[in-house]
């Protein structure tokens, strides 16, 4: 178990996911899968595929409230899944709440001069340019995506 934790608090494995319109979404940042935040304080319960699914995710929105300021604290997530294949790639997909996603937008978000600049594409697999944007991702989340279910 130890290891499963030490791997995955060096790698990058969260999936953001929301619901938009009835259909799922991705919100990719930096074309990869996204770091978790607040990474040194993680629980080995929420990176544990026996944990279940309620304490991951009320484990997940105690980690990133920990780092919130205390007037904007809520319900990041409403789910956080823990996701496996059998070559032994792991990530943690995060279904965002809807003010979840609305700081996830502001976290990832960097300053040029004046002007910011977004740190993050909404992934709509039904867009024009949705083939565009995959080719630009790396593998991990391609792979992820495809479990998921967003984009084959």
Known sequence: MTLVINIAMRSNI??????????KHAL??????????????????MLNSRTPL???????NDLVNR?????????VAENVFFRHTADGFTFL????????????KKQHIR???YYPIPNYVLFDPNAQNALLLYRK???PLKKALALVGIYK
């Open 67 to 75: 780092i919130r300021p205390m007037a904007e604290r809520g319900a």
């Open 28 to 45: 990719i940042v930096q074309n990869d899968l996204a770091p978790i935040p607040n990474g040194h304080a993680v629980k080995e319960a």
């Open 14 to 23: 969260i999936l953001y996911t929301y619901s938009q319109d009835g259909q």
């Open 137 to 139: 991702f790396s593998k």
């Open 54 to 60: 309620a304490v991951r995710t009320m484990l997940f």
């Open 93 to 104: 997909e995060v279904e965002l709440s809807p003010d979840g996603l609305d700081y996830t």
């Open 111 to 113: 300053r040029a001069g």
